[in-house]
């Protein structure tokens, strides 16, 4: 069980905005830094989101993070069906001086 | 554009040394702006930070993993390795390299190699 808690799955329609929560702690999301990952099945995770709410060149501003106190939360808007991915959030856990990332969240575009 | 490559052997058997390379291509690992990862990602555990080095040879480990870990890098071909001793079968999971922001307090990985899975298995 991870120590950063996403929900196990988000579904919303096309168009239509979701979600994801990743809670943690003092330790950890509040006072460091929350990156956000897209992963296709059989696909390596790609950077959505770092440094909380900042996105790499190419990543639509469709995507947007944000952070308060031990949690962030990673917004898509406009869905579409390629969005259909896992989500994961990380950041670094101070009190064990390592990465740690969230259990996952499965997106499903209805 | 920056790319990485794992490589390795796919099997290893039980109590030997797991060993991967990857290898940095459309850019320098001498990078100062930048550390060299490695993740892993099984059903079990999910995404799981390994380590990660720095072109000077300064490494960070995973605790849970330091005692059998070992990340070094060879600026010279633009790789980074790992090696993981007495494996068992919980060390079965897909293997990334990826480029690491820095390390404390913000961190990131991008871009990340395409995985190779290791199994570990007699």
């Known amino acids: 069980q991870s120590v950063l808690t996403q929900p196990p799955s988000v579904s919303a329609a096309p168009g239509q905005k979701v979600t994801i929560s990743c809670s943690g702690s003092?330790?950890?999301?509040?006072?460091?830094?929350v990156s956000w990952y897209r992963q296709f099945p059989g696909t390596a995770p790609k950077l959505l989101i770092y440094d909380n709410n900042k996105r790499p060149s190419g990543i639509p501003d469709r995507f947007s993070g944000s952070k308060s106190g031990t949690s962030a939360t990673l917004g898509i808007t406009g869905l579409q069906t390629g969005d259909e991915a896992d989500y994961y959030c990380?950041?670094?856990?101070?009190?064990?001086?390592?990465?740690?990332f969230g259990g996952g969240t499965k997106l499903t575009v209805l | 554009q920056l790319q990485l490559q794992e490589s390795g052997p796919g099997l290893v058997k039980p109590s030997e040394t797991l060993s991967l390379t990857c290898t940095v291509s459309?850019?320098?690992?001498?990078?100062?702006?930048?550390?060299w990862g490695w993740i892993r990602q099984s059903p079990e555990k999910g995404l799981e930070w390994i380590g990660t080095i720095y072109y000077s040879g300064t490494t960070y480990y995973n605790p849970s993993l330091k005692s059998r870990v070992t990340v070094s890098v060879d600026t010279s071909k633009n790789q980074f390795s790992l090696k993981v001793t007495s494996v068992t079968a919980t060390d079965t999971a897909v293997y990334y390299c990826?480029?690491?922001?820095?390390?404390?307090?913000?961190?990131?990985?991008?871009?990340w190699g395409q995985g190779t899975l290791v199994t570990v298995s007699s």
């Open positions: 003092t330790s950890n999301i509040g006072n460091n830094y």
């Open positions: 990380a950041t670094w856990e101070s009190s064990l001086s390592t990465v740690i």
């Open positions: 459309g850019g320098s690992i001498s990078s100062s702006s930048y550390h």
């Open positions: 990826a480029r690491q922001s820095t390390v404390v307090v913000t961190n990131w990985f991008a871009p």
